[in-house]
């Protein structure tokens, strides 16, 4: 593949922390089908060396790295690594990161500091370590993966909601200044619905069937979210919106909420999920608002 003016990914380094499962993983796969040198991250060795036999199969020469991206050291470690053993990183994805499906009142201290800390801070650390040498080489691209819920809200999943809207605003604010600094360095936002990881499917574990969002139709393959993702790198598109149509009349919904002052209303959170809170919680979600049509 070959990105803007031409460039070619064949033979960069691509750095995916939450590598060894998921939409990260299906990064490390895409990257290494465009000729990419992989580095993955990710917490356990045992599911990095995994993630590492898959990579291996494409032929193109792979690193783990073991990594709690909630660390600075860690990910400066990942950095030094990286660039011992593979060359100067040209893309970064930060895309480590957790969920919890409760009740605002039942999020403890903990959970609180725990998803700001991997969601939030996971990417702040990515951007610490990785950033000052992209600027420097005057090239490369960054993804943070936030999530649909960086644009909505979805009930019972306050601390995450928090999380995501903060790696929304933290990266559309950092695009704004390496272009106006003409840095060289692009960025873009991943901002999936459901996508078939086990980040929801460990928080319906045990839950009624009807909490598994994972049976919805617009749930997504990661290899689908990992291909929409190299279409933007090329492109330089900031926003990636995996589930477009299904998202854009909530989204609309939402926007047309706050110009016009008006509360929160069904229109505006996606049902697949609302369905998943209700059935985990016990709290019915999607039930007629009071006073709205």
Known sequence: ?????GETLQGKVAV???GASGIGLALAVEAARNGMKVALADLSQERLDEAKRIVDEIGVETITVPTDVSRLADVQALHDRTSERLGPPWLVANNAGITKLALTWDHTEADWKRMFDINVGGVVNGLLAFLPGLRERRSGHIVNTASAAGLLTIPAASAYVAS????????ETLYRELLASHSGVGISVL???LVKTNIMKNEAAGAPPSADAMKSSHAMEPGDVARQVFSAITTRQFWI???AAQMEPHIRARSEEIVNQVNPGQGSIDPDVARSSSAITG????APVPGRS
């Open 283 to 286: 709290v019915d979600f999607l």
């Open 1 to 5: 593949m070959t990105g803007r003016a």
């Open 164 to 171: 995501k809207h903060a790696v929304v605003g933290l990266s």
């Open 16 to 18: 995916i922390t939450g």
């Open 191 to 193: 901002c999936p619905a």
């Open 241 to 243: 919106l995996t589930h």
